[in-house]
């Protein structure tokens, strides 16, 4: 009777913890512009320059990239993989690089994590983030460096790019398939 009551118990607890969280799930970077960032030119600017791209560093750390960064990090360190192989595990988050002083990286801000984790992306991007259009979002105000990096990893993992716009000082989170449909 008591391994019945304790089994119970137990069960409750697995449905309350699972309850309190929302589901999260991670979808496969956009393949489309992993292939159109494979086969650009670097003696020219990408198409995806102003945008931020991630990837995973140790030490839980996480770099904010550029396209031009994804290149010397594939020279320098992944030369092994084809580059269109390394840009699908990078952005993938499924290798860890080296980040050095040559990357700007940043941890998780906690805060933002925890919404995340709770939340689920929908709660989290209407907490964060103001509606443009169904695939552009804007970055809410008073929000500070940290939480804004570790706002647009969590959306890059869900295909959205971040930019910053110089012109209305604001920065946006765009949809990668609504950015491949009007380039």
């Given at each position: 009777m008591l391994k019945i009551k304790l089994q119970l118990v137990i069960g409750l607890l697995i449905i309350s913890v699972s309850c309190n969280t929302k589901e999260n799930k991670i979808e496969k970077f956009n393949p489309k512009i992993i292939d159109i960032i494979s086969k650009?030119?670097?003696n020219y600017p990408s198409t995806f320059t102003p945008f931020l791209f991630f990837g995973k560093c140790e030490s839980n750390k996480v770099a904010i990239l550029h396209v031009q960064e994804l290149k010397m990090i594939h020279?320098?360190?992944?030369?092994?993989l084809e580059f269109v192989d390394f840009l699908n595990q990078i952005?993938?988050?499924?290798?860890?690089?080296?980040?050095?002083?040559?990357?700007?990286?940043f941890y998780i801000d906690s805060r933002v994590n925890d919404v995340y984790r709770?939340?689920?992306f929908v709660d989290f991007s209407k907490q964060f983030c103001d509606v443009i259009d169904p695939n552009t979002l804007m970055l809410k105000k008073n929000i500070t460096k940290n939480q804004r990096n570790s706002i647009f990893y969590f959306f890059f993992r869900h295909?959205?790019?971040?930019y910053f716009d110089d012109k209305t000082g604001r920065y946006y989170l765009r949809n990668t398939s609504y950015i491949i449909n009007n380039n």
């Open positions: 650009e030119d670097f020279e320098l360190q992944y030369r092994d952005l993938n988050q499924s290798i860890i690089i080296n980040c050095s002083e040559k990357f700007y990286f709770k939340e689920g295909n959205y790019l971040s």
